[in-house]
C-alpha cells in the first residue's frame, strides 16, 4: 500500500510558475514509477508527465514539453512536478499516480496502468 499527498497548488497569473509536490509513504517509493495526471472540469484527466523509477527517463504530454518538469528524490520519497509558462488552460486538478514495475526503465502515459493515487491539488491560472 502506498500513500500520496500532492501539495504546491495554488492560484498564478499566467506565465507564472508553481512547483508541485508529492510526498509517498509506505511500500518503497523507487519500486514505483512516478506519474503525474490532470482533470480541468468537465474534461477528461490526462497525462502529464511520467519519471522511471531511478529518474534516469521522463516522457511528456505535447502541452506539457518545454515548460514542465518532473524530477524525483527517492531519498525523501518526493515526486516534482515544476511548472513554468503557466497558461489558462493548466488550469485543473492535478493528481500524482504510482505504477509499481520491477523494471528501471518502464513508464506508461496511461492512468489505468497506474496502483495508486493522491487526492489531487487544485491550479488555477488567471489570465
Known amino acids: 500500500q502506498v500513500q500520496l499527498v500532492e501539495s504546491g497548488g495554488g492560484l498564478v497569473q499566467a506565465g507564472g510558475s508553481l512547483r508541485l509536490s508529492c510526498a509517498a509513504s509506505g511500500r518503497i517509493f523507487s519500486s514505483y514509477a512516478m506519474g503525474w495526471f490532470r482533470q480541468a472540469p468537465g474534461k477528461d484527466r490526462e497525462f502529464v508527465a511520467v519519471?522511471?523509477?531511478?529518474?534516469?527517463?521522463?516522457r511528456y504530454a505535447e502541452a506539457a514539453k518545454g515548460r514542465f518538469t518532473i524530477s524525483r528524490d527517492n531519498t525523501r520519497n518526493t515526486v516534482y512536478l515544476q511548472m513554468n509558462s503557466l497558461k489558462p488552460e493548466d488550469t485543473a486538478a492535478y493528481y500524482c499516480a504510482a505504477d509499481m514495475t520491477p523494471y528501471l526503465s518502464y513508464y506508461s502515459t496511461a492512468d489505468n496502468d497506474y496502483d495508486y493515487w493522491g487526492q489531487g491539488t487544485q491550479v488555477t491560472v488567471s489570465s
Open positions: 519519471i522511471t523509477r531511478d529518474g534516469g527517463g521522463t
